[in-house]
Nanobody, 114 residues
Framework: QVQLVESGGGLVQPGGSLSLSCAAA????????MTWYRQAPGKERELVAG???????NYADSVKGRFTISRDNVKNTVYLQMNSLKPEDTAVYYC????????WGQGTQVTVSS
């Protein structure tokens, strides 16, 4: 079955770190443009980070220098390392295969609060 399963979300204090994982099944992540999105309450879903099949990365200005997207080809998993977290990073984070046919994961909640 072709699917993406995110994990690693949770509650963290401002300034803390979290690492999200996106495990893929049924396809090889290194062959696709993989992305992380997030959606905060009352806001539209927004692109956070992207990783091309060639290994190029891009980031939203709001997370540049704090977040890092990467992948492990052996584990067929994409990661999002989030450092120096802020309350405004609170959202549901989604992994997405952004090449056709697109595919979304179910999302994982990240809450940044003291």
């Amino acid at each position: 079955q072709v699917q993406l399963v995110e994990s690693g979300g949770g509650l963290v204090q401002p300034g803390g770190s979290l690492s999200l994982s996106c495990a893929a099944a049924g396809f090889t992540v290194s062959n696709y443009f993989m992305t992380w999105y997030r959606q905060a309450p009352g806001k539209e879903r927004e692109l956070v980070a992207g990783l091309t099949s060639a290994g190029l990365t891009n980031y939203a200005d709001s997370v540049k220098g704090r977040f890092t997207i990467s992948r492990d080809n052996v584990k067929n998993t994409v990661y999002l390392q989030m450092n120096s977290l802020k309350p405004e990073d609170t959202a549901v984070y989604y992994c997405r295969r952004s090449d056709w046919p697109t595919l979304w994961g179910q999302g994982t909640q990240v809450t940044v609060s003291s």
